[in-house]
C-alpha cells in the first residue's frame, strides 16, 4: 500500500519560512519522481516543484529563487525548503509520485 505523508505545515508571518517533509512507504522511492503542487482555496492545484529521480528539478516561475526542492533516497523522504514566504503561497501542499500518488496535504498559511 502505497503512503505519501506530508508534515511541516503550519502558519507563518510573511518573508518566514517552513520546510515541508513527505515521507513515502509502499514505492521504490528512488525511482520516482517526486513532486510537490498546492492548491488555494477556490483556485485549481497547481505544480510548485518537481525532483527526479536523479536529482534534476524543476520550479514553477511564482518560487523560483525562494524554494529549493529535495530528496533523500535512503530515508524514502522529500523535502520542500520554503523561504520568503508571501501571502500568496497560502495553500494546501500535497505530495505527488509519479503523477499517481498523493499525499493528504498539509496547510500552509502565510498571514500577518
Known amino acids: 500500500q502505497v503512503q505519501l505523508v506530508e508534515s511541516g505545515g503550519g502558519l507563518v508571518q510573511p518573508g518566514g519560512s517552513l520546510r515541508l517533509s513527505c515521507a513515502a512507504s509502499?514505492?521504490?522511492?528512488?525511482?520516482?519522481?517526486m513532486g510537490w503542487y498546492r492548491q488555494a482555496p477556490g483556485k485549481q492545484r497547481e505544480l510548485v516543484a518537481t525532483i527526479s529521480s536523479i536529482g534534476s528539478t524543476n520550479y514553477a516561475d511564482f518560487v523560483k529563487g525562494r524554494f529549493t526542492i529535495s530528496r533523500d533516497n535512503a530515508k524514502k523522504t522529500m523535502y520542500l525548503q520554503m523561504n520568503s514566504l508571501k501571502l500568496e503561497d497560502t495553500a494546501v501542499y500535497y505530495c505527488?509520485?509519479?503523477?499517481?500518488?498523493w499525499g493528504q496535504g498539509t496547510q500552509v498559511t502565510v498571514s500577518s
Open positions: 509502499g514505492i521504490i522511492f528512488s525511482a520516482y519522481t
Open positions: 505527488n509520485a509519479g503523477l499517481a500518488h
